[in-house]
């Protein structure tokens, strides 16, 4: 970045502190930190040329982060990596970038922030060691000022990235400088890094104790004094203030608390979540020297033993989904639209809560689900000191656990939409006594740092059941307790899967409250279906075995009938979940389908299919069956599609709620109505195949409720593209996804088209990423072109920092093409 830019924006944001000041208004805080995402350049290395060294000759060249390498390979079958980790290669990489630094600048400090580089990050400033990260996960700040040229002169910042070991995860990690950078200036008497800890330890409906602990940070060779005000604001409107003189000494640090209250608070909520800001000003002689923004909500929430989940004093059911962190098609490079894409579609379906599997996610997510409404379970590790895989973070477990846990506190503990921490998933070390040892440790940890959140640990499970592999029946007559779960280090006891002990957790553990941390396990391939479904399918004990009565190909049907021996279908869990009220909910794994971890790991597929939304975000069918268990919309929801062979018996499920009935129709022939008894979550139909329609009607009283239908479908003829947003923001991130049908001379959907598409962009943009969804399909996800699954395809457009018009073309042989244009402003 030019000097120009990058420094005037620093000054500029000094005057906008000044201004915000004297007037109090929240639109214009001033920001400490600035991008440093743009104009890098990068070299992977060849793992013989060039080993582990750069030179004069080393070949680089230009891209922004954040940035993921390993998505830009080919599947392999013979990855390092493994199917675990999509068969994508990992390397070692080297990302360098010039910039220069203001001389005003050098009576101040002068850091770098990296919100995550996967993994074993070691990074240099002109020619000085700063240090290495091996977690790939949490964010680090170094300082550079001692180190930098002012003026002219340039400097130079080097990052060697090391993700040559391999297998180092269970999933596809990614590999580089997968999540932001920035540049932060302050004055040497500042708020520290994450330095802010603001708690409502008091909220009723008329007033709200807030406490602020601010670490005060003076790096000046001579001690200060100085007045530190802390004002809460809620949106542009001045809330209540409060300040403190200090009195620091020289290269110290401080922390000082405050205290305020705010007058008939607006609570946060997952229905409503409303947040303040807390605006941290330090001034020296009435000079503001510093400032620094937090946000934080104001709520009351507790884990009842026997009435589960509340908050603000109403009970709720966390309806929550497991994410890990990749984005599809654009792997593990983080983008703010994309991930807001995701919660979007998962807000649309229910869901409530997101557990952050099985590491510290993005900050980008975390403020999302503030913004968004969600109950995070907020995970810290997958493994402890034991590894999983050989080159993992257990390897590095003595030396780091501790730095990265305390980080990952301090970074994350503001957050309202947190409400768990998890110290864990699936740790081996739980079956016996020096993982109690570790736990107890971490246990520490964690509460020193924050005692305002229960904590969990995700475990597998924490009742030892002797389960039958063929019938998968719990013997209630073997039941031992996991040594950690018994431990009473937990302050709630986490459940991977087992939903057949859920209504024996009272008796189980009688004094600590439920949280199913991880459930169900289904799995389904989006539009594929078996004609008659009337046999469960269950998952083959043996990992390298293939489906039991599934489809060719590695697919699997998309009716909820399949499940690993571990899990259950995503009917079963919910059941039991819903008919209690101190089983506090439940995270299912997972909410959208993610790289890897093909289950079992078996070529050619590279992707999960636990996913209730597929890897491009198109949702399966039993994302209906959630909507209309978890949301208050009118859903009718029926499938397969119609397209079968002529006398072909048919399975035609529906999901329906706010209505007694379903009846069915075929070419306005009643084929039977059929209404849900018990705890039944879906009807279901058994007819031949005929062509034409099938219309499903829903009633309620003998009223129509809603009607819905599906109609056969002739040869493909034409594409239609539907974009998630025609206006996008011309700053060189935003995303716009587009949704490509392939469609029948009538416009009807053809459910069975695999076409290849072929897309071109003309005007101020690029094509990101293309996607299916397919789990086995080793098609790029960077490309022009793709093949579609089942009638669908994704194609993701990014705007530049250009305004413009963007219009993109989708073809295909023998097909009409199509045209959308998308508008960067």
């Known amino acids: 970045m030019k000097y120009s830019n990058l420094f005037k924006t620093l000054i500029l944001f000094s005057l906008f502190a000044l201004l915000s000041c004297s007037k109090g208004n929240n639109d214009v805080f001033t920001s400490r930190k600035i991008s440093f995402n743009s104009n890098w350049s990068f070299h992977l290395n060849d793992s013989i040329i060039d080993k582990d060294t750069i030179g004069s000759s080393t070949k680089w060249r230009t891209l922004n982060v954040p940035h993921d390498w ?72 170094y300082e550079i000022s001692p180190y930098l040229n002012y003026g002219d002169k340039n400097n130079e910042i080097i990052v060697k990235v090391d993700n040559s070991k391999q297998p180092n995860s269970r999933w596809y990690s990614g590999s580089g400088i997968f999540r932001n950078v920035w540049i932060e200036t302050t004055d040497k008497l500042h708020v520290g ?35 530190v005000t802390t004002t809460i604001f809620k949106e542009d409107t001045k809330v209540t203030s409060v300040t403190q003189n200090i009195t620091i000494g020289a290269n110290t640090n401080q922390t000082i608390k405050q205290s305020a209250e705010v007058e008939t608070p607006i609570l946060w909520s997952v229905e409503k979540p409303e947040l303040y800001t807390a605006v941290t000003e330090i001034a020296v002689d009435d000079q503001m020297v510093d400032q620094y923004k937090t946000n934080f909500g104001i709520r009351d929430f507790k884990f009842d033993l026997n009435k589960g989940f509340i908050l603000n004093g109403k009970q709720v059911k966390i309806k929550g989904v497991c994410m890990h962190h990749d984005l599809g098609p654009l792997g593990a490079a983080i983008n703010t639209r994309a991930i807001e894409r995701q919660l979007e579609i998962l807000k649309e379906m229910g869901v409530n809560g997101i557990r952050t599997s099985h590491n510290p996610p993005a900050p980008e997510l975390l403020d999302l689900c503030d913004k968004m409404g969600f109950i995070v379970m907020d995970e810290a590790f997958d493994m402890w000191k034991q590894t999983k895989t050989k080159y993992d973070y257990g390897n590095d477990w003595d030396k780091w656990h501790k730095k990265d846990l305390i980080d990952q506190l301090l970074r994350d503990r503001n957050h309202p939409s947190i409400f768990v921490w998890s110290i864990g998933n699936e740790i081996p070390e739980q079956w016996n006594e020096n993982g109690v040892k570790i736990a107890k440790e971490l246990a520490a940890i964690t509460r020193q740092y924050d005692k305002t959140r229960p904590l969990t640990a995700a475990m597998n499970p924490p009742v030892n059941m002797n389960i039958d592999e063929v019938t998968l029946q719990f013997e209630k007559n073997n039941v031992s307790i996991n040594p950690l779960a018994a431990s009473g280090v937990l302050d709630l006891i986490g459940y991977n899967y087992a939903h057949q002990t859920y209504e024996h957790h009272l008796k189980n553990f009688p004094n600590t409250p439920f949280i199913a941390t991880e459930t169900t396990s289904g799995l389904q391939t989006r539009g594929y279906y078996d004609s008659v479904s009337d046999t469960i399918k269950k998952w083959p004990v043996s990992w390298d075995k293939k489906f039991e009565g599934g489809n060719p190909g590695n697919t699997v049907s998309a009716y909820d009938q399949v499940q690993t021996p571990w899990g259950s279908t995503h009917e079963a869990t919910w059941k039991v979940i819903k008919k209690h009220d101190f089983l506090s909910g439940m995270y299912i794994w997972t909410g959208f389908d993610y790289i890897g971890e093909p289950t079992p790991y078996e070529w050619p597929s590279i992707s999960s299919y636990f996913g209730i939304v597929d890897l491009a975000g198109f949702p399966k069918d039993v994302y209906y069956m959630y909507q209309s268990e978890w949301t208050d919309k009118t859903v009718l929801h029926i499938f397969p599609h119609w397209n079968w062979k002529a006398g072909q018996t048919v399975d035609v499920w529906a999901y329906y709620n706010k209505a007694d009935e379903v009846e069915l129709f075929l070419n306005g022939k009643s084929v039977g109505i059929r209404s849900k008894k018990g705890d039944d979550l879906h009807v279901m139909w058994r007819i031949p195949f005929q062509a034409g329609t099938l219309k499903a009607v829903s009633r309620k009283d003998g009223k129509t409720v809603l009607e819905t239908e599906i109609k056969t479908a002739g040869n493909p003829d034409n594409l239609k593209l539907t974009a998630d947003r025609s206006n996008i923001k011309a700053d060189g991130n935003d995303l716009s996804f587009i949704t490509v049908d392939i469609l029948d001379a009538k416009g009807v959907l053809v459910p069975n088209a695999n076409n290849e598409i072929n897309f071109s962009l003309k005007g101020n943009g690029k094509i990101v990423g293309v996607c299916s969804g397919d789990p086995v399909s080793h098609e790029p996800y960077k490309g022009s072109k793709h093949t579609a699954l089942n009638g669908k395809c994704l194609v993701i457009v990014q705007s530049t920092d250009k305004t413009g018009r963007l219009e993109l073309t989708a073809k295909a042989n023998g097909l009409k093409p199509a045209t959308i244009v998308i508008t960067a402003e």
Do not use: C, M
Request: charged share 20%; glycine share 14%.
């Open 193 to 227: 890094q994450w330095g802010t800890y603001v708690t409502t330890p008091k909220v009723t409906a008329e007033k709200a104790s807030v406490n602020f602990e601010t670490t005060i940070q003076n790096q000046n060779s001579a001690s200060k004094k100085a007045t």
């Open 70 to 141: 390993s998505i830009e390979g080919k599947f392999d079958e013979k990855s390092p990596a493994g199917y675990g980790g999509g068969a994508l290669n990992g390397g070692l990489g080297w990302y360098k970038k010039t910039f220069k630094v203001a001389v005003e600048d050098s009576s101040k400090v002068t850091s770098i922030i990296f919100d995550g580089v996967y993994r074993n990050s070691e990074v240099w400033v002109n020619g000085h060691y700063l240090g290495k990260r091996p977690n790939g996960y949490i964010g680090f700040q």
